[in-house]
């Protein structure tokens, strides 16, 4: 900060050596904003992130997915890239945001019109996860129930992280809302299909993991022969389809 209260950031400046590639901000006089003065959007807050970066603070998932596509649809010059989280959206930047910039992000109105639509996707489950019938038990369900619960929503991508490929899926109702195992298993299947929290997911490789497991798939949602490798990408609409009369799987080691 000067001593005005101004911060010094500016426009990319190029390293000479390296053509094309930006390694610093030369120095111009930015009015930093921090959160919206008042209105429906004054707990959103923007934080720095680094030296090239800025964090957006949202209220919740809906608003963070609403300003992802209002932005997706009416981009800002200095925004590189888009990092949705639960209740956070990662600006990555080409340059300072300007004061007016700022702004836009502050107060922008997200309204369910404007909730990014990324596609619908269809992925066929197993239902016979290892941990199936404890998640019955604690939701209070039948078995059955169990499935028809999962398979009766839409679940919708809300942001990506943990592996390459794994997406968080939000459902429409907490019916299947259940804590993650108390002792995390050291190896979970590569498209096991599991419930966490108000979350639901797909294992897209073989690895440790804590979710209650109530399912398998068949579909990758990792590929790297494909393009884009990740199947699942925020905003997707995913429905899971119940399949029967396959073998069970080995059930994983806990």
Do not use: F
């Given at each position: 900060m000067t001593g005005s209260g101004r911060s010094a950031v500016a426009r990319s400046c190029p390293d000479a050596s390296r053509p094309g590639v930006i390694t610093a901000f030369e120095t111009m006089t930015v009015v930093p904003v921090e959160r919206a003065d008042q209105g429906a959007y004054a707990?959103?807050?923007l934080l720095d992130y680094g030296e090239r970066a800025r964090l957006l603070?949202?209220?919740?998932?809906?608003e963070v997915l609403g300003m992802l596509a209002a932005l997706h649809e009416q981009p800002l010059d200095a925004v590189d890239e888009l990092v949705p989280g639960a209740t956070t959206l990662l600006l990555k930047l080409r340059r300072p945001l300007t004061?007016?910039?700022q702004r836009e992000l502050l107060t922008r109105p997200v309204t369910r019109s404007t909730l990014v639509a990324a596609g619908e996707v269809r992925i066929e489950v197993t239902y016979d996860g290892p941990d199936l019938e404890d998640v019955a038990r604690l939701t209070g369900l039948a078995v059955e129930d169990v499935i028809a619960a999962h398979t009766g929503q839409?679940?919708?991508v809300g942001f990506c992280g943990f592996a390459p490929g794994f997406a968080y899926l939000r459902g429409e109702h907490d019916r299947l809302r259940v804590a993650r195992r108390a002792v995390p298993r050291t190896r979970v299947p590569?498209?096991?299909v599991g419930l966490a929290d108000h979350w639901s997911g797909v294992y897209p490789r073989r690895g440790p993991g804590g979710w209650q497991l109530i399912g398998r798939t068949d579909r990758a949602t990792?590929?790297?022969g494909r393009e884009p490798p990740a199947l699942l990408h925020p905003g997707t609409v995913v429905r899971f389809v119940p399949v029967e009369g396959r073998p069970?799987?080995?059930e994983p080691e806990r």
């Open positions: 707990h959103r807050r603070v949202c209220a919740d998932l809906d004061t007016r910039e839409r679940w919708t590569a498209g096991a990792w590929d790297l069970t799987a080995a």
